[in-house]
Antibody
Framework: VQLVESGGGLIQPGGSLRLSCAAS????????MNWVRQAPGRGLEWISI???????KYADSVKGRFTISRDNAKNTLHLQMNSLRAEDTAVYYC????????????WGQGTTVTVS | QSVLTQPPSVSGAPGLRVTISCTGS?????????VHWYQQLPGTAPKLLIY???NRPSGVPDRFSGSKSGTSASLAITGLQAEDEADYYC???????????FGSGSKVTVL
């Protein structure tokens, strides 16, 4: 069971970036999938979730700018990030959440996004 | 400013017991939503330590235990070891925000 993120990099303010999170060992569409970020030297911040039924939720800090989605055929989670700001600079993690017991039990290694 | 409040730092000598508190409100912990705890070692992704208030995933030592009461939860580490030096975060769901929320994080130092 594994998650591998990709797509991070250096981007100018106002730009766009698309993060991907490839899953193996389980089916992304069967579980809840989250994006969590961590700014340099700061704590964890939840930013988005896509439920197994397909509905989505966002933190106020990214609502209207970020879009979470999944590609069931490729078993991959995505995060489309638009209108990026300096304060979006962080390590972005994808994480699986068990619908039954809660808790994010599988995490990716993280991908770094730098807005500058 | 985090919805769930934790002490910034906790310390203890090897072998002793430390506890980390996580204080929420009636829209998260107090509403009955489960509390989950994560350990983050420097430069690594978080790891699930306790789920649904008191449960340990397979492989997590029984030195780690969780509890919940009212609008607060706690993580206890007994028999503190040098390898326990890390950042610890609580997490729950908040009905007012309609999303998951994390605590502010606590750094555990083994003296």
């Amino acid at each position: 069971v594994q998650l591998v993120e990709s797509g991070g990099g250096l981007i100018q303010p106002g730009g766009s970036l698309r993060l991907s999170c490839a899953a193996s060992g389980f089916i992304v569409s069967s579980d809840y999938m989250n994006w969590v970020r961590q700014a340099p030297g700061r704590g964890l911040e939840w930013i988005s979730i896509i439920y197994s039924g397909g509905s989505t939720k966002y933190a106020d800090s990214v609502k209207g700018r970020f879009t979470i989605s999944r590609d069931n055929a490729k078993n991959t989670l995505h995060l489309q990030m638009n209108s990026l700001r300096a304060e979006d600079t962080a390590v972005y993690y994808c994480a699986r959440e068990s619908p039954d017991s809660g808790g994010m039990d599988v995490w990716g290694q993280g991908t770094t996004v730098t807005v500058s | 400013q985090s919805v769930l409040t934790q002490p910034p730092s906790v310390s203890g000598a090897p072998g002793l017991r430390v506890t980390i508190s996580c204080t929420g409100s009636r829209s998260n912990i107090g509403a009955g939503y489960g509390v989950h705890w994560y350990q983050q070692l420097p430069g690594t992704a978080p790891k699930l330590l306790i789920y649904d208030n008191t449960n340990r995933p397979s492989g997590v030592p029984d030195r780690f235990s969780g509890s919940k009461s009212g609008t607060s939860a706690s993580l206890a580490i007994t028999g503190l070891q040098a390898e326990d030096e890390a950042d610890y975060y609580c997490q729950s769901y908040d009905s007012s925000l309609s999303g998951n929320v994390f605590g502010s994080g606590s750094k555990v130092t083994v003296l």
